[in-house]
């Protein structure tokens, strides 16, 4: 994907060229690209004078930061103690199936990420399933198939 | 000025020095992989342990990190102290099993097994970020990080790609204390971190001597013209 280097100054400047804002910015960039391009990392901790090395650094620590293109809706899957004995990690396997990907992977047609969560504080619908946002509570296998059809024909 | 005591021995130290800088100008051996004289303490590796009395209270306290107090009473190689430090010799045993520098350590606090799983792609490396703070703050090139998190945390360049902003100068080598780091001289040509670079020769002597673009690099830093940079330390 092309970065435009305008559109990365924008958001720069939005944060005064403040370094300490160096997390803020990238969360920008990825609501822009859905991942954090290398370009954008390097052009960012070039206006902000910091090493690139720095700036992967924090890419990389932060999970909600990515440096591959995500998918176009974002799936968490909840394995938190309530959803885990619940048959969290059952849905979890329904939707690696069903999706032909791992956790963490995107599909080829880039429209599904699927990740696991530790827990998304919604206890009483376990299994929980949040997909951009939205929450499914008491998911079964056949609703995870519901949901990516809801999904998938959507767009 | 602070008065405390290390193993029963009076010592007197500057305010905020480290009980570790005490104890090694006072001839203790405390044993420790993370510290640089240079760099200074993140107390990273946790091997310089020691036991901390303060009235009738103990603690075991990284010795990297703990300012000199006064009337504190340290102990270098209490049964406490060594419990820890053979622990602590165990995990790092367990996570670098083929580094000499630990397998070397380990024997001598008399540990040969570690008890946990063994790591199998850690290389040499303890995290001890040496390599990452002499990069940044002895060389000024910065060209190294760590990336990701727990398990997965590792030193790096970004991306793991040669880096532009690498020198080349090995200094990251140099100053890691367990042999991690891979650097590999062939026919004039240096690799490190994925990145090769082309060695400049003495004009004099007509060795290989240091990567032209360390030579650039000091040259831009400090004004001394290439033409001095190129002759090798043995001829000048």
Known sequence: ??????????????????????????????????????????????????????????????????????????????????????????????????????????????????????????????PLVRVDGHDYGKTTPGSVKKIIKEYGEST | MVEFAINGKKVTAEKGESVLDVAHREGFDIPTLCYHDTLGSDGRCRLCVVEVRKGNRKRIATSCLYPAESGIEVFTESPDVLLVRKTVLELLLARCPNSETIQYLAKEYGVTQARYRKDNDKGKCILCNLCVKTCELNVGAAALGMSGKGPFKKVTTPYGEPSNDCIGCGACVAICPTGHIYIEEKDGVRTIWNKRFELARCPKCNRYHAPVEQLAFIASRSGTTMEQLLICPDCK
């Open chain 1, 1 to 126: 994907m092309e970065v435009d280097a305008a559109v990365i100054n924008t958001i720069i400047d939005k944060y005064g060229k403040d370094k300490s804002y160096l997390l803020a910015m990238f969360q920008d960039v990825q609501r822009q690209y859905r991942y954090l391009p290398k370009e954008a990392i390097r052009h960012i901790c070039d206006m902000l004078h910091l090493p690139f090395s720095k700036g992967y650094e924090v890419a990389t620590f932060y999970s909600s930061l990515s440096l591959t293109p995500r998918g176009k809706h974002t799936v968490h899957v909840c394995l938190g103690t309530a959803c885990h004995l619940r048959g969290g990690p059952n849905i979890l396997d329904t939707f690696e199936r069903e999706l032909h990907i791992k956790r963490g992977d995107t599909t080829e047609n880039g429209l599904f990420t699927l990740e696991s969560v530790n827990c998304l504080g919604a206890c009483a619908l376990a």
